[in-house]
């Protein structure tokens, strides 16, 4: 056999296995790799639940937990891929869909797919306009079966739990490239979707936020003079912060609430660039909220800018706590009130100063052996506190650092907190330093990063020596942990 016909034959059998693939991929759905053979697969949205995945493919969950190998048809995950039965042309084909990004409305998605208002707010449920929100995913042409995709009605302040934002909630051992590649997107592309500086700082159980599959098109519709609006992350957390960033054409001074919170607004580069850091307390229920800012220009004309943001829950475990004996009167309310009132003044302020930037850095060379916002009960009570910071285990004695620059402003002994640190970063930026066995620094000092501010302890309401480090934006308790993956400057 000849070497030309050898390699006639090798080309044959290669367009042999292409065409049908290259046939298949044209009606599969947009899903990366979706079809196979007789197989379809399908990413699963939040909201979807086992059974209307079966139900949308004209399969049942039994035939799906089988294929799929899942013992639990309750324990499916959002962005888990679930192999479906039947081939792509007979399953439905997935609708066209946009992510609402910030400082767009239904009008201009609406000409930007050459649509019209009505056949968008219709084709997603929309029966007021104004309720669309950041992160939101709107299907942009009908799907071809008859039963819509999702059903989605968005009602303002109120929770919107079926709302289906592609979330992927990081399982252990995922690396942020293993994440990206299984979506088909770049790890650039995922970093900075959610404002991650260093991809080695992700941690099991985080939540991402998977951008478009298509690259986003924008349809911004902003009043003038506002020109740029930027919303990190996207999508809000309970118990986490976020940066809105508002830039104008025009010098303006400008005020806003939030989650019935007056907002504190840093204008900068002569008042055009404007930036809110927020907090979402533990606790918020998920749902859409409006932050409505107001815009004052020079001339004496106001205008507003409202932006619908989502909010989901934390997702928070929780643990009982038993305390050691003889220091349970530490649980009187009026102790713990009174402590907590001089906290929450200290650490509610604001600086319009700022001397933290980019990522923080880690309190201490330590193990975290318990996360932020866990529930707790004490004692075995009631499950009805929420850990409001993340504790660092460490020999008494390790060293306790300032994450990032800023000035000593409560350096104390306190009943629970024991011997306690305080440091403003600006911005109305704060970090807490709870439970140590010696403190080396005073108040109002100056602290660079990394400056070795005390040593851990077992001081205050304690079961053993480990510091409790917090981190306060906007007079709202966070996860500071998020402050070390992302840079809010
Ligand atoms: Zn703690």
């Given at each position: 056999?000849?070497?030309?016909?050898?390699?006639?034959?090798?080309?044959?059998?290669?367009?042999?296995?292409m065409?049908?693939?290259?046939?298949?991929?044209?009606?599969?759905?947009?899903?990366?790799?979706a079809?196979?053979?007789?197989?379809?697969?399908?990413?699963v949205?939040?909201?979807?639940?086992?059974?209307?995945?079966?139900?949308?493919?004209g399969t049942?969950v039994?035939?799906?937990?089988?294929?799929?190998?899942?013992?639990?048809?309750?324990?499916?995950?959002?962005?888990?891929?679930?192999?479906?039965?039947?081939?792509?042309?007979?399953?439905?084909?997935?609708?066209q869909?946009?992510?609402?990004?910030?400082?767009?409305?239904?009008?201009?998605?609406a000409?930007?797919?050459?649509?019209?208002v009505?056949a968008?707010?219709?084709?997603?449920n929309?029966?007021?306009?104004n309720?669309?929100y950041?992160?939101?995913?709107?299907?942009?042409?009908?799907?071809?079966?008859?039963?819509?995709?999702?059903?989605n009605t968005?009602?303002?302040?109120?929770?919107?739990?079926n709302?289906?934002v592609?979330?992927?909630?990081?399982?252990?051992?995922?690396?942020l490239?293993?994440?990206?590649?299984?979506?088909?997107?770049?790890?650039?592309?995922?970093?900075?979707?959610?404002?991650?500086?260093?991809?080695?700082?992700?941690?099991?159980?985080?939540?991402l936020?998977?951008?478009?599959?298509?690259?986003?098109?924008?349809?911004?519709?902003?009043?003038?003079?506002?020109?740029?609006?930027?919303?990190?992350?996207?999508?809000?957390?309970?118990g986490?912060?976020?940066?809105?960033?508002?830039?104008?054409?025009e010098?303006?001074?400008?005020?806003?609430?939030?989650?019935?919170?007056?907002?504190?607004?840093?204008?900068?580069?002569?008042?055009?660039?404007?930036?809110?850091?927020?907090?979402?307390?533990?606790?918020?229920?998920?749902?859409?909220?409006?932050?409505s800012?107001?815009?004052?220009?020079?001339?004496?004309?106001?205008?507003?800018?409202?932006?619908?943001l989502?909010?989901?829950?934390g997702?928070?475990?929780?643990?009982?706590i038993?305390l050691?004996?003889?220091?349970d009167?530490?649980?009187?309310?009026s102790v713990?009130?009174?402590?907590?009132?001089?906290?929450?003044?200290?650490?509610?302020?604001?600086?319009?100063?700022?001397?933290?930037?980019?990522?923080?850095?880690?309190?201490?060379?330590?193990?975290?052996?318990?996360?932020?916002?866990?529930?707790?009960s004490?004692?075995?009570g009631?499950?009805?506190?929420?850990?409001?910071?993340t504790?660092?285990?460490g020999?008494?004695g390790?060293?306790v650092?300032a994450?990032?620059?800023?000035?000593?402003?409560l350096?104390?002994?306190?009943?629970?907190?024991?011997?306690?640190?305080?440091?403003?970063?600006?911005?109305?930026?704060?970090t807490?330093?709870?439970?140590?066995?010696?403190?080396?620094?005073?108040?109002?000092?100056?602290?660079?990063?990394?400056?070795?501010?005390?040593?851990?302890?077992?001081?205050?309401?304690?079961?053993?020596?480990h510091?409790?480090?917090?981190?306060?934006?906007?007079?709202?308790?966070?996860?500071?942990?998020?402050?070390?993956?992302l840079?809010f400057?």
């Amino acid at each position: 056999m000849s070497r030309h016909l050898a390699l006639l034959i090798v080309l044959l059998t290669l367009l042999v296995f292409m065409l049908p693939a290259a046939i298949s991929a044209q009606e599969a759905t947009p899903v990366p790799g979706a079809s196979q053979n007789n197989l379809t697969i399908h990413v699963v949205q939040r909201g979807e639940t086992l059974f209307r995945i079966a139900l949308r493919y004209g399969t049942t969950v039994a035939e799906l937990a089988a294929l799929n190998g899942i013992t639990d048809p309750g324990s499916i995950f959002v962005g888990q891929r679930l192999l479906v039965p039947g081939s792509a042309a007979s399953a439905p084909a997935a609708p066209q869909t946009h992510v609402v990004q910030p400082g767009e409305t239904l009008r201009s998605i609406a000409e930007l797919y050459g649509t019209n208002v009505e056949a968008l707010a219709a084709l997603n449920n929309i029966i007021d306009v104004n309720t669309i929100y950041v992160g939101q995913v709107l299907n942009i042409s009908a799907p071809a079966a008859p039963t819509p995709f999702t059903q989605n009605t968005v009602t303002d302040q109120q929770p919107a739990s079926n709302a289906p934002v592609l979330i992927h909630i990081v399982q252990p051992g995922e690396t942020l490239f293993r994440i990206a590649t299984r979506y088909g997107i770049a790890v650039n592309e995922l970093a900075s979707a959610n404002g991650i500086s260093d991809p080695s700082l992700i941690y099991a159980g985080q939540q991402l936020v998977i951008p478009g599959f298509e690259p986003p098109q924008l349809a911004l519709d902003l009043p003038a003079p506002v020109t740029g609006l930027d919303v990190l992350p996207l999508v809000l957390i309970e118990g986490e912060a976020a940066r809105i960033r508002v830039t104008t054409s025009e010098s303006v001074t400008m005020g806003g609430t939030f989650l019935s919170r007056t907002l504190n607004v840093i204008s900068e580069q002569n008042n055009r660039q404007h930036t809110m850091l927020i907090g979402v307390p533990l606790g918020t229920t998920s749902g859409v909220y409006t932050l409505s800012l107001t815009l004052f220009k020079a001339d004496g004309i106001q205008v507003p800018l409202n932006i619908n943001l989502q909010i989901l829950a934390g997702g928070y475990s929780t643990e009982n706590i038993n305390l050691l004996a003889g220091r349970d009167n530490l649980l009187e309310p009026s102790v713990e009130q009174a402590e907590l009132d001089i906290i929450t003044r200290v650490m509610s302020s604001f600086s319009p100063q700022r001397y933290f930037d980019g990522p923080l850095g880690l309190p201490a060379a330590a193990a975290i052996t318990s996360p932020f916002g866990v529930i707790r009960s004490y004692n075995g009570g009631e499950a009805s506190r929420r850990h409001t910071g993340t504790d660092f285990a460490g020999a008494p004695g390790t060293s306790v650092l300032a994450p990032a620059p800023g000035i000593v402003v409560l350096a104390d002994t306190l009943n629970v907190r024991g011997l306690a640190t305080v440091i403003d970063h600006g911005w109305g930026v704060f970090t807490g330093y709870w439970h140590q066995a010696e403190q080396y620094v005073q108040v109002g000092e100056t602290v660079a990063s990394g400056q070795i501010i005390g040593t851990i302890g077992a001081t205050g309401r304690v079961t053993g020596a480990h510091l409790h480090w917090e981190l306060w934006v906007s007079g709202v308790p966070v996860d500071p942990m998020q402050w070390v993956r992302l840079s809010f400057p």
